[in-house]
């Protein structure tokens, strides 16, 4: 007896070594809660067994025994369920805890002579009670293994862990007895085994580290689509994702980006929590806990996840489909908004996701649309105004999005001051003038359109037709003559004389904030220049130097996910201060 | 040789110790196991076979997830640039089926199908390929992200916009 007496209470000690890791580990309160409720319950049991077979404790304590192993069963179902469901499980499976309810009402239905633990699970009410408990959560994690490709490895640890409960309970109960051994029921050899195969599925549904909101109601969202509504967007790339997510925050709405880096949220005042995704093969079931989590948290929020083909490269696409379909699910019964970007995925995969019925909004891209209001002022030309203050940027013209719509004005509005202080023709000008504030107006009107009015297919570029185009620009060059062209060269040389420090400084408050600015300086003066003596031919250098500098400044961070970010920040520093070198690199 | 001789003989005696230790079990449980003849021989011997199995996965020293399921094809010179530790991204069709995924384990083989090693994708994304950056390029092995596309275009008649995936991977060993 004394030996078993020992394993159980080796037992405990690792129940609770669990119990620790869990609580101080884990990141779902839910799931945090009902297995920290098990492995107390067990812990209590195994001490409790321990107590009144050794005679530490008085028989009495015998009750506790039954007590705690009564509970522990639909505390096993619950948690089992938890691990499938996540938070939703009250809503999908309100059935157990109607379990946990019954199990007062069932132990004292039950015959007084059956109270004793050796027949709890005989053939009476208690036992087919317990008998329930475990057959649900096996029953379930059996169904996920078949049906499910997200829980098919998690099934199966799960229903081992329920498995290996039964064979430690019961059947050595029973085996025992038979063998006339010792008198082990009412105790569980293999509560640490299924214990840790919970804990194993748990961390591995784990939210991924980083910032969270608070848990606080969300603000009335005017811009945002409707409660509950889980959208695609499909864009080239994930710019109106992250445009609606900054939207969103900034209107109060409680946000989480799910992205494997967010550069363009730099720029984004303010920048809404961003937690990266980190690359594991268990990236889908971590983005479902991540974002299950983040709805529980904050319900009527908004999640946006602009990186699903990363997921799709971590986990397979059966895994990230089926997790996008649950969080529509999960989505739906809290009340709160998703929106998934479909960029970069495969054809085949986009099909398949649009076979789901999701909502689905086709968006341009807003560096085409841009160009199609800016054509409606200055015609063919608008190509080369957005390309001169792209040049001026160090961005390509892809990178553009409708957070560059408010610069790019201001660099208009600089183009048209260079070109007054020139041209001689003052009615001209003053058409010019009022040509661009037009632009300016349509620009801004349509920086404001919402994604969901842009999914109407009602986008600038498709009104703008060539031949509209043609008669724009005979139009604009009868009544302002050439003054138009010397726009365009103006905007164009405009990149050139803008001072170099000025681009730089751009660059670097883009992407690392207004610290960006003490960075630049920094470096300049490392490299013994004042901004003002900073050439062209220098950025070379600066963006050798400040590549250098940032790196290592990123190698003595720990946490892989901000290295990560921060190494792709200094990448884009680096590659836009190359385009601003040009030729002189 | 004798190595090998050696390896087999240690795993042949923990099969047969193993073998040992589940006759005494059926002795030691035979009241328990007094569930008639047919029963005993269909549920032990699927037991028993099961623990065999599990055993004998054990000591292959081979968990399943890190056999090699598929493979990656390379050019010699993207082979020994992997080899030699020059490289350790491979930028390839994005629409390849099957997909490596990240934790997935592959056989690394020679355009000429000899294989050279098992790799380990470490992490992996999707770009556009004009979007694929210079210092990624590099880590592939080659000088520019130019440069990665023009032998793209060659190898695999990428454009601009084509979806690439930019696995990061790592080498163990060359195959016996």
């Known amino acids: 007896m004394i030996v078993y007496s020992l394993a159980v209470g080796a037992g405990i000690v690792v129940e609770a070594w669990l119990l620790a890791l869990v609580v101080l580990r884990g990141r779902r309160p839910w799931l945090v809660a009902t297995f920290g409720a098990l492995a107390l319950t067990l812990i209590v049991n195994g001490a409790a067994f321990i107590g009144t077979s050794e005679g530490f404790l008085d028989p009495a304590w015998e009750s506790a ?34 379990l946990l309810a019954l199990a007062p009402l069932v132990v004292l239905l039950t015959p007084s002579a059956d109270w004793a633990v050796q027949h709890a699970y005989d053939a009476n009410l208690l036992g087919a009670f317990l008998t329930v408990c475990l057959g649900i959560p096996l029953a379930e994690a059996a169904y996920q293994r078949m049906t499910s490709s997200l829980f098919a490895v998690d099934a199966f640890w799960l229903a081992f862990g329920v498995v290996a409960l039964i064979i430690g309970g019961p059947i050595y109960a029973l085996e025992f007895q038979d063998l006339g051994i010792l008198q082990s029921a009412g105790s569980n050899v293999a509560a640490p085994v299924a214990l840790a195969l919970f804990a194993l599925v748990l961390f591995r549904h784990d939210p991924f580290p980083g910032t969270r909101p608070s848990r606080t109601p969300s603000g009335a969202a005017p811009h945002l689509f409707d409660p509950g509504r889980t959208v695609v967007f499909e864009e080239t790339r994930p710019k109106y994702s992250l445009h609606a997510a900054a939207l969103a925050a900034k209107e109060g709405v409680r946000v989480l980006v799910l992205s494997r880096a967010g550069p363009d949220l730099a720029t984004a005042d303010p920048a809404p929590p961003s937690v990266p995704l980190i690359p594991t093969r268990h990236g889908a079931p971590r983005v479902l806990g991540t974002l299950a989590e983040f709805f529980a948290r904050a319900p009527g929020g908004l999640a946006v996840l602009p990186d699903l083909d990363d997921v799709a490269l971590m986990s397979g696409w059966p895994s990230t489909e089926e997790a996008v379909l649950r969080l529509r699910g999960v989505c739906r019964d809290t009340g709160s908004r998703l929106i998934v970007a479909s960029s970069r995925l495969t054809a085949p995969e986009k099909e398949s996701l649009h076979s789901h019925r999701l909502d689905w909004w086709t968006l341009p891209d807003p560096a085409e649309e841009m160009e199609a209001v800016l054509a409606q002022s200055f015609g063919p030309g608008a190509r080369e105004l957005l390309a001169a203050f792209a040049r001026a940027r160090g961005l390509r013209r892809e990178d553009l999005t409708l957070n560059h719509a408010e610069p790019f004005l201001q660099f208009l509005e600089r183009a048209l001051s260079e070109l007054g202080q020139s041209a001689a023709d003052a009615p001209a000008r003053q058409g010019l003038r009022a040509q661009t504030s037009a632009a300016a107006e349509a620009l801004r009107a349509f920086a404001t359109r919402t994604p969901e009015d842009l999914a109407r297919g009602d986008w600038p570029s498709r009104h703008a037709s060539e031949a509209d185009r043609g008669i724009l620009v005979t139009a604009a060059e009868y009544w302002k003559g050439k003054e138009m062209q010397e726009l365009f060269s103006a905007a164009s040389d405009l990149g050139d004389r803008e001072s170099v420090f000025e681009q730089a400084r751009h660059v670097f408050v883009e992407q690392l904030g207004e610290a960006g600015e003490g960075v630049l300086r920094s470096e300049l003066s490392k490299l013994g220049k004042r901004p003002e003596e900073l050439r062209r031919a220098d950025v070379a250098h600066l963006a050798d130097r400040a590549a250098v500098d940032l790196t290592a400044m990123a190698d003595v961070v720990d946490v892989p996910q901000e290295k990560l970010r921060i190494q792709r920040q200094v990448e884009s520093i680096r590659r836009r201060l190359e385009a601003i070198a040009g030729d002189e690199s | 040789m004798a190595r090998r001789i050696v390896t087999l003989l240690a795993r042949t005696g923990l099969l047969f110790l193993l073998s040992v230790v589940l006759v005494f079990g059926f002795w030691e449980h ?9 029963n005993l021989l269909l549920l032990g011997g699927l037991v028993t076979f099961l623990v065999i199995l599990g055993f004998r996965l054990a000591l292959s020293g081979d968990m399943p997830r890190r ?25 390839r069709p994005a629409d390849r ?24 994708v470490v992490d992996g994304t999707r770009r556009i390929l004009a979007d694929v950056t210079d210092e990624e390029a590099r880590k592939a092995g080659y000088a520019s992200a130019a440069e990665l596309r023009e032998a793209g275009r060659a190898r695999w008649k990428w454009t601009p916009r084509d979806l690439v995936a930019v696995l990061r991977l790592r080498i163990e060993g060359a195959k016996p």
């Open chain 1, 65 to 98: 025994v039954l007590w705690t192993l009564v509970l522990a069963n639909p505390l096993t179902a619950i948690l089992v369920l938890s691990l499938i469901h996540g938070e939703t499980v009250p809503r999908r499976r309100p059935v157990v805890f109607v």
């Open chain 2, 30 to 38: 035979r009241n328990f196991y007094q569930i008639g003849f047919t």
């Open chain 2, 67 to 91: 056999r090699p399921k598929g493979e990656l094809t390379f050019t010699l010179d993207e082979g020994d640039r992997l080899l030699r530790g020059g490289a350790e991204i491979a930028v």
């Open chain 2, 97 to 120: 089926v099957p997909t490596p995924v990240v934790g997935q384990w592959l056989w690394a083989k020679y355009d000429t199908g000899r294989a050279f090693g098992r790799l380990l």
